[in-house]
């Protein structure tokens, strides 16, 4: 009964490839966000998508590109990888509301590795 | 603007003695505010948050905050630290109207020693 899930855990890959992380969620959230932590565990928000639709979108490289085929999930497309790219994602979920700020539940993380 | 900002990269406390963890933030608007927890090659946990129900916020594992205004701080505190404590404290702080959107803190390392 995972609340948010991501695959893969660990991701090993060489520079200029092309790799996709996926994330679900059945708590039953209306959006979803993408995370990455540095080395130094420095927490950055990438994208957040509210039913299927982009909401925030952080100054990210476009070599980046979310896609949410529906509220449940929310995928990651990285292109061209490059080593600086090597960090830990983390996938997270709430509810979104006017008017307040909702708790986010992450997912256990993939650490993202290129060589 | 929101911004958290967390006093001690790292903190170390004996078993059984008080943990303080210390959170100050920044913004214009009424806040809330949040403590996540990290173990080793996991995900956040959420501890507790803040919603502007009651000042003192109490969470899971024996940990609370206080919410004090005059001093924007959120201090995360819990009365005898436990070796399974160890762990990253992450601080984090969103805006009505800000899109859900949270700003995190740079964490606190805390250890616990016998």
């Known amino acids: 009964d995972t609340a948010v899930s991501q695959t893969p855990k660990y991701l090993v890959t060489q520079m200029g490839n092309d790799k996709s992380i996926k994330c679900e969620q059945n708590?039953?959230?209306?959006?979803m966000y993408w995370y990455k932590q540095d080395s130094k565990k420095f927490l950055k928000i990438m994208f957040s998508?509210?039913?299927?639709?982009?909401?925030i979108n952080e100054t990210v490289p476009n070599r980046f590109s979310p896609k949410s085929p529906d509220k449940a999930h929310l995928n990651l497309h990285i292109n061209s990888l490059e080593l600086g790219d090597s960090a830990v994602y983390f996938c997270?979920?709430?509810?979104?509301?006017?008017?307040?700020?909702?708790?986010?539940?992450f997912g256990p993380g993939t650490r993202l590795t290129v060589t | 603007a929101q911004s958290v900002t967390q006093l001690g990269s790292h903190v170390s406390v004996s078993e059984g003695a008080l943990v303080l963890l210390r959170c100050n933030y920044s913004?214009?608007?009424?806040?809330?505010l949040f403590w996540y927890v990290q173990y080793p090659n996991q995900g956040l946990q959420l501890l507790l948050k803040?919603?502007?129900?009651?000042?003192l916020v109490k969470g899971i594992n024996g940990f609370e905050a206080e919410f004090k205004k005059s001093e924007t701080s959120f201090h995360l505190t819990k009365p005898s630290a436990h070796m399974s404590d160890a762990a990253e404290y992450f601080c984090?702080?969103?805006?009505?109207?800000?899109?859900?959107?949270?700003?995190f803190g740079t964490g606190t390392q805390l250890k616990v020693e016998l």
């Open positions: 997270a979920s709430s509810l979104h509301r006017q008017g307040r700020t909702y708790e986010q539940y």
């Open positions: 708590l039953g959230h209306d959006t």
């Open positions: 998508y509210n039913n299927k639709e982009l909401i």
């Open positions: 913004s214009s608007v009424p806040p809330y």
């Open positions: 803040y919603t502007s129900a009651a000042t």
């Open positions: 984090a702080v969103g805006l009505t109207g800000g899109g859900n959107k949270l700003t």
